[in-house]
């Protein structure tokens, strides 16, 4: 982690776009079920773009996936990602505030890959998330084993709950996930 700022910085990049880690987080198995072609997907804290084609591929060319970061270094990394992978017409890059996402785009699918422990307001984060999201739409929340612990977890879950969204599927074996869905 990046002291000054509290979120993972450029020298985290090896760790999260590599071989290994596509291959036990594979983003085809994980999100697959819950994305169908011509959804609009917003990936929050996308750092370098590590799933941003596999979902770029499952919206397909009449879907739309919208990267989000904080960190310029993390969205130009996400750029140069979609260029090579030939998706410049199905992703835009956004740069949000650590207060704010704004953005007005209602999603069919939105996700926080091991990036919610890094956001000082979980409550205010998910109360955005529940406001971009579409009736129906998924929020796939995931976090990292070794810096969020069970009751930590449990605590954000509560948020998500509070907040009206409906828990459809919980696993920890790799990381702690849960997904929801809103009625
Ligand atoms: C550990 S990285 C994970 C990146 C990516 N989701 C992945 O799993 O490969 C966390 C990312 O979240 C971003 N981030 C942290 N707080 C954020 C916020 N409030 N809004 C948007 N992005 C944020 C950081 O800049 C960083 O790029």
Known sequence: MN???????????????NGVRRFLQNPRKMFKPYIK????????GCGPGAFIPALAEMVGS????????LQDEM????????????YTSRVTVHK??????DISQQADFILTFF???ETPDPLHLITEICH???PGGTFYLAEPKFHVTKSQFLDVLQICEKSGLVLINEQGIVSRTAVFRKN
């Open 3 to 17: 002291k000054k700022t509290d979120v993972c910085g450029l020298d985290h990049v090896k760790w999260l776009d």
């Open 37 to 44: 072609e011509g959804d609009t997907v917003l990936d929050v």
């Open 62 to 69: 009449s879907g739309k996936v919208i990267a989000i970061d």
């Open 75 to 86: 969205l130009a990394l996400t750029r140069k990602k979609v260029a090579s992978a030939g």
């Open 96 to 101: 949000c505030s650590a207060e704010s996402l």
């Open 115 to 117: 990036m919610m422990h």
């Open 132 to 134: 971009n999201l579409k």
